[in-house]
């Protein structure tokens, strides 16, 4: 039994013993003791008083001295104001660590048959060009987002919706035609997504001296814009594309094969990856039907010129356009056709989508108009909106070539894992594949741990040097103490001492384990927080505080020179669960924990 649930149970017969009346479960608030006082759990008594008819301090007393005689895991207590702080009995936490260590996972949730179907989407990138440092923090928010639920007994589609049509691709594919001398990645050796948005880049670059070459010769900006040949072409080649042209199809298809090759690579060095993929190619024509389907039962209405819209001025909202003039989609009628075979393709009970706070509007309209064309989870679905992130040196925006590519970025964190530890002679003696396994854990551990220890609704800046400190609440920090913990069992392993299943009972601990064995415990509920909250934040953090403890007992207490046996098994145990919890923790967030540092 847990331990608030037997001190609970213990409150309420108390309260029973001392005033003849019975409050219910509900009634016991027992919550973790302040930093600053003595004790592990505190007992609010305020709910009591109108029982007791006695002052809170009063009360409290007489509460704690019933549980100290009675209730063998109270050990002591004292009383602050109305609060009454119980330090909880050795035993119990010995008791405690044993049941942590005989739970290899510890604190997850195992999903059954029956557990929720949840469906996170999250990544969907154009297909115009590589992913962005937005594109990072939003897959590495998924991925830890689709761990959290997994471990919260949720079963999980991660999926991804490309879109991979439209005038964006376009650009790149008629830049290429015109510029390209058919270039590819095996003859330039650029990554295939590389390749294709660098023709996206020249693209705008092209149509950007048209349209001050029109301008020179007297056109308002609008004016040249209209006018701009390049730009005509691409939309030509956008209605050859819907009209189904082979020739159009075939470099559309060759093209988007280089991206797909390279975001692949992308994904996989990032760790993360999907068990369906859509594709707006596949969907848009979906979303058509869905929308006529719609116009047909009067949800929506045609204007004058042809074009489909719906009106949400009943919902606070404006009319919003759903098919052109000339019939064709636009992004809203994608998202209509994606979520109809999404619910085609899996009984989905909740719906995700991660996507940056710029489109916080877009998906208000999607769940509302998902509702009228009776999805039923449309109503509930959840828009996981997170803030824009930033390098320090400024704002990241695409079009003007000042993107910072997620692969260079991933490079780059690795270059510097890799000189940091040289520096600090953390890779002497190790293999040179082992070398590259660290530098590539610890640098993709302190890019990945710095964005997700915010909470990802706030904007934030990315700070490279900052991330990699070895000191301080970054991942190598944590990932560190990790490695010094398996370093520590190593060298016990070599004399001889492993840990048994059943710890050994008679040890008296120190605050600090006990304080320790406390936070290791936490890790259960900090794990359902996260997933009802759907915040990653909580369980970074988590980890960060739980190694900075750890390496205060390190510090604190020697482990493999205690002369006493049990006390050196328990701290033992103790340091190898502080690893196992640190390893599930990072784990949930998608960050490996290297075995040496
Ligand atoms: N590809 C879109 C963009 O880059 C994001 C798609 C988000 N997902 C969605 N279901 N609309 O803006």
């Known amino acids: 039994m847990k331990i608030e649930d037997k001190i609970g149970a213990s409150v309420i017969e108390a309260i029973h013993a001392l005033y003849g009346q019975e409050v219910s479960p509900a009634q016991v608030q027992l919550q973790k003791t302040k930093k600053e006082f003595e004790g592990h759990l505190t007992l609010v008594v305020f709910p009591f008083l109108k029982i007791s008819r006695k002052a809170p301090e009063a009360t409290a007393q007489e509460i704690g001295a019933y549980l100290k005689e009675h209730e063998p895991a109270v050990a002591a207590f004292n009383v602050i104001k109305g609060f009454l702080n119980l330090t909880v009995a050795s035993a119990c936490w010995v008791e405690l660590l044993d049941s942590i260590h005989a739970d290899a996972r510890y604190g997850l ?12 989407e999250y990544s969907s990138p154009n297909t115009n060009k590589p992913l962005h440092l937005g594109h ?16 919260n007994g949720n079963r999980v589609v991660k999926t991804n919706i490309v879109n991979d049509r439209g005038i964006h691709i376009c650009k790149s594919m008629l830049a290429w035609l015109k510029y390209g001398n058919g270039e590819t990645p095996e003859s330039s050796g650029k990554k295939g997504d590389h390749l294709v948005g660098d023709y996206y880049v020249a693209f705008d670059k092209h149509y950007k001296a048209e349209v001050a070459e029109l301008m020179e010769k007297g056109m308002t900006k609008e004016e040249a814009e209209a006018a701009s040949p390049l730009m005509k072409e691409a939309r030509e080649m956008l209605v050859k594309w819907e009209a189904g042209d082979p020739e159009v199809r075939a470099l559309w298809k060759r093209m988007n094969s280089w991206v797909y090759a390279g975001f692949d690579e992308t994904y996989r060095m990032m760790g993360v990856g999907f068990d369906k993929i859509y594709y707006e190619s596949e969907t848009y024509l979906e979303g058509k039907e869905k929308v006529l389907e719609g116009l047909e039962k009067g949800l929506f209405y045609r204007k004058e010129d042809g074009s489909v819209w719906a009106d949400l001025t009943p919902e606070g909202l404006d009319q919003k356009l759903l098919l052109r003039a000339d019939g064709t989609s636009v992004y809203m009628t994608q998202d209509i056709g994606t979520a109809k075979l999404r619910f085609r393709d899996y009984p989905i009970d909740k719906m995700i989508y991660v996507v940056g706070n710029e489109q916080n509007y877009h998906f208000q309209v999607l769940s509302i108009l998902l509702d009228k064309l009776g999805f039923e989870w449309g109503k509930g679905l959840v828009h996981f909106s997170y803030g824009m992130v930033e390098l320090p040196e400024g704002k990241m925006k695409s079009r003007e070539g000042t993107v910072v590519d997620a692969d260079d970025l991933m490079a780059e964190m690795i270059a510097t894992a890799r000189e940091t530890s040289t520096e600090l002679g953390k890779l002497d003696g190790v293999s040179r594949e082992e070398a590259d396994d660290t530098a590539r854990i610890v ?3 302190a890019l990945k741990y710095f964005i997700l220890k915010v909470d990802a609704r706030k904007n934030m800046t990315f700070n490279p040097k900052e991330s990699i400190d070895f000191n301080g609440n970054t991942g190598p920090f944590i990932q560190y103490t990790y490695a010094r913990i398996r370093s520590i069992l190593r060298k016990a392993a070599e004399a001889g001492l492993t840990v048994p299943a059943r710890l050994p009972e008679n040890v008296e601990l120190s605050e600090k384990e006990e304080g320790l064995i406390q936070l290791l415990a936490d890790f259960a509920g900090v794990v359902r927080q996260a997933g009802t909250d759907y915040n990653p934040s909580i369980i970074a953090n988590y980890c960060y505080d739980l190694v900075k403890e750890y390496n205060q007992f390190y510090h604190d207490f020697s482990i493999l020179r205690e002369e006493n046996e049990n006390l050196k098994l328990f701290r033992l145990a103790l340091s190898e669960n502080v690893g196992k919890i640190v390893r599930l923790g990072m784990g949930l967030l998608g960050i490996e924990v290297p075995e040496r540092m």
């Open 109 to 120: 949730t195992d999903a059954t048959d029956r557990s929720p179907l949840v469906m996170i």
């Open 136 to 151: 990072v923090r939003n897959n590495l928010l998924g991925n830890a987002l689709a761990n959290i639920l997994a471990a």
């Open 443 to 445: 640098g993709l551990g």
